[in-house]
């Protein structure tokens, strides 16, 4: 996991995978020979990497530290006006407010903003206001928790869910922020959640720092599958491409492809390097990039999926960000940052737009407008262009912390 080096507060959360050693320290991800025998995770100075997410205009923005933004979009979405921030200078805090980065998007539903940050908990905003409909204004839900939050909320049958570093597993109400019925007590995991949970239908798949992928039945928390899915690495990202797929990302260089239902390995692809990423799908096709900048297409209509073309390349700049497909153009941004447009029918890169100065793209890009939006991590918002493959900053005003 990336974090620049800083000396904010150090969080460390401690697990024993089976095979592998992950330390995660500073800006940089120490060299794959260390994969071989118990650590720590560590996190100095966490920064976030949440994607934006639109609602009509409403574009919601992780801006600085863990803020969210509520902006709305100018009608041909090229620039932004902020409605609110939260937390901001209004905030009047008994406990000191310390969201410090937010990593999955937020979720929107029953009027609300639900987000979840690495240090503070999780909140629950009124999406017109911005302020919290729960805990209480001014202050968090830490307490309540065991380890922070890496990954983002996963929402279902009105329970938010969310894993810790410390491999817990949580089950909130959403309409009160509450321990949901059966969900009294987290379920205690043997090494950490840094992936968001995913829920299909009345399962919940949990994936774990040492390389176990679970389903588990909502309604009585009971295994959905016979035995956990097993690899020799770290699983650090989880999708969900349908209603019977999982995308099974995983620092051991390999993807895969599950069958919800059963665990099934459907697909079992080996990529040139590290997969900690979100993939863009359209169709039975699917692309994604690895952290040694290589750029893959799959067609998973057949199993195991065969590739599209030779992996492309960003020139060997770490990809993080989930890319997206809009009309049949690839548009990927790296951690130099560059954006990159593929055609998504050869693979052949048809251009390259540097973003110097705005610091990395972490967060995954979001289609919309007919192009891309990217979120970097000095809060600067970008669109891509695939029509004329260019890419220009989207001024965002208002912002207030």
Known sequence: MEHPVGTARKRTACYHPRVTRLRFAGAALLAAAALLAAACVSVTNPEGWAPPVLDGAALYLTTDHGHISRTTLSSDGRSATAAWTFPDKDIKADDKLRPNAAYGPPILADGRVYYATFEA??????????????PEEG?????A???????GLAYANGILFFGTTEGRLYGWNAANGAPAKGWETPLVFDAGIWATPVAIGGTLYVATMN????????????????QPFKISGAIPDLVALDEARLFVPSINRHVYILDAATGQ?????RAKDWVWTAPALDGNRLFFGDFGGHI?????????????????STEGHRVKAGPVIVDDVLVVADRAPVVTFIDARTGEVLNRVPIDGA????????AANGGAYILTTKARLFFANPANRSVVEVPVSGVKR
């Open 296 to 312: 893959y297409g799959l067609d998973i209509s057949t199993s195991p999926a065969t590739e599209l073309w030779p992996p492309a």
């Open 121 to 134: 908990g999780v909140f629950a905003l009124n999406a017109e206001t911005g302020r919290p409909e729960w």
């Open 359 to 366: 610091g990395t793209v972490r967060a995954n890009l979001l």
């Open 145 to 151: 928790i065991t380890g922070n939050i890496a990954g």
């Open 211 to 226: 390389g176990e992928l679970h389903a588990i039945r909502i309604s009585d928390r009971s295994p959905a599958w016979p």
């Open 265 to 269: 390995v459907l697909t079992d692809f």
């Open 139 to 143: 202050k968090t839900n830490a307490s």
